[in-house]
């Protein structure tokens, strides 16, 4: 909780609010974390930065001042953000105080490295009736999505800028509560080149530049002609560029499709291209999660290009955890892998420090230790290393990986004197995988074992069983 106690602390200055929190709430001396900082200190200093950045940046809304009403926001809006930040939520919401006759603002941070930025602002009535939502949905700073609320609560019109270039181009009308068509302009020259259609919430039909070329791709995807679907989508762009120039979000969503069928094709090469291109555009960015997973996997697992892996999952977490508000424990196994494999245990252990191995299920759980294990390996973190795999071991995880695990809780029990266990464990890897004495031949730590009986033992056997297949 201190890093979110820290970032706190930095966002007050960035938004220079001097915050002298009222002394039976404040838990700190001169800024300073508490000695032991509790869920309730965090949530307080939560609490009053947010009635201080109200009462600076929003004037014209009130905020709680009395015991009771403080009480009261506290338990029934603000509920529990530092739980929230323990289970993998980066953030958390402000609220005005409510009197009768004033409407209210609820406000939503998130957290972007070390400080925490507002990204949402929903405004309520007098009534209490949500009537406008802003978004800075891209979070660079800018608003560019507008939602205006029907009586009923239901969303009427939403109009966004989601080009970036400063004007609305797209535009979503409702009707009933449900979404009906979509116009955009991705151009913005004042001819909506583009309108989808919507039955039940979900896009029926589109009309506009490449829309047929892309129906007829989408129906040759779906009868499994993949190649057919490929130039089906590439002549869809190629007709939507003849009209619309600069990379908009609909260049961006056939470009996607076209690299999901490259990639499960096994085309790496065009796949690679399609990637370059994709991420040219600046548009591209806010939609660019599901292709940046495809990369990384590519570098990671295809290639074994593991410094480019590691730096692609890098900017995948960040734009998962920007775009969601919180982690992603699958990027984050998988950015640790790499970083092991790019033989930086120190970044690794970094990685997984931001997992909570509770929210995990078993499968995830058993990648976290293993993967801690081994970095703590790496950094002759000889004690930690031994209970991380161990707890690798209990859970078991896949047959492929329980070689490696044996062999690895050899090692680190041998480097922590339990010589009895790292036996057993060598026993139980040279089971599994007879070829993994060649690599404990050549590791000092093994040296004892190998110079026991059964140590020689095996060794004999291995070599002999080599000059036979020779």
């Excluded at 409510?98 to 929903?122: A, I, M, Q, T, V």
């Excluded at 800018?142 to 989601?162: A, H, L, N, V």
């Excluded at 291109?277 to 996997?297: M, N, T």
Aim: glycine residues 6%.
């Amino acid at each position: 909780m201190e890093d979110y106690w820290k970032a706190v602390q930095n966002t007050k200055e960035k938004f220079e609010i001097a915050d002298h929190s009222p002394k039976r709430f404040s838990f700190r001396l001169g800024g300073e974390v508490p000695v032991v900082l509790h869920k309730e200190s965090l949530n307080h200093e939560i609490f009053w930065f947010c009635q201080k950045y109200i009462d600076k940046y929003h004037t014209n809304y009130p905020y709680p001042r009395y015991k009771e009403d403080i009480r009261s926001h506290l338990t029934d809006l603000y509920g529990d953000p530092a739980q929230n930040f323990l289970s993998g939520k980066l953030s958390f919401s402000c609220f005005s105080g409510w009197k009768e006759g004033s409407s209210l603002l609820k406000l939503s941070f998130f957290l972007n490295d070390e400080e925490f930025f507002p990204y949402r602002w929903d405004y309520y009535d007098t009534k209490g009736q949500l009537f406008l939502t802003e978004e800075d949905e891209t979070k660079n700073g800018k608003k560019d999505s507008f939602t205006y609320y029907s009586q009923s609560g239901c969303p009427k019109e939403i109009t966004k800028d989601k080009n970036d270039f400063g004007a609305m181009d797209e535009w979503w009308y409702f009707k009933n509560c449900q979404l009906v068509r979509v116009e955009y302009d991705s151009n913005e020259n004042g001819f909506r080149e583009r309108i989808c259609h919507y039955e039940n919430g979900k896009e029926s039909y589109c009309e506009g530049v490449g829309e047929k070329e892309e129906r007829e791709a989408i129906q040759l995807e779906s009868n499994q002609k993949f190649q057919e679907a490929l130039k089906s989508y590439r002549k869809s762009l190629k007709e939507y560029k003849k009209e619309v120039s600069n990379g908009t979000s609909r260049t961006c969503s056939l470009l996607r499709k076209i690299a999901n069928i490259e990639y499960n094709e096994r085309d790496f090469v065009s796949f690679t291209k399609t990637l370059d291109e994709f991420f040219s555009y600046r548009a591209c960015e806010s939609d660019s999660l599901d292709v940046l997973i495809y990369k990384s996997y590519y570098y990671l697992y295809v290639l074994g290009d593991y410094k480019t892996a590691k730096d692609s999952y890098q900017k995948t977490s960040e734009i998962y955890r920007k775009t969601n508000g919180e982690i992603s424990p699958e990027i984050l196994l998988n950015l640790a892998y790499a970083q092991f494999m790019d033989k930086d245990p120190v970044s690794c252990l970094a990685s997984l420090d931001k997992l909570n191995s509770r929210r995990l299920t078993a499968y995830p759980r058993f990648f976290l230790f293993y993967y801690r294990g081994s970095c703590e390996l790496s950094l002759g973190r000889w004690d930690d290393a031994y209970t991380n795999l161990k707890r690798a071991q209990i859970l078991g995880g896949e047959r492929e990986f329980l070689p490696v695990v044996y062999y690895k809780l050899g090692r680190a029990s041998f480097a922590t004197n339990r010589e009895q266990e790292g036996n057993l464990w060598t026993h139980q890897a040279l089971l599994y995988d007879f070829d993994l004495i060649e690599k404990m031949d050549s590791d000092p730590l093994y040296e004892r074992f190998f110079e026991s009986p059964n140590g020689k033992s095996h060794k004999r056997k291995y070599y002999l069983n080599k000059q036979k297949k020779q």
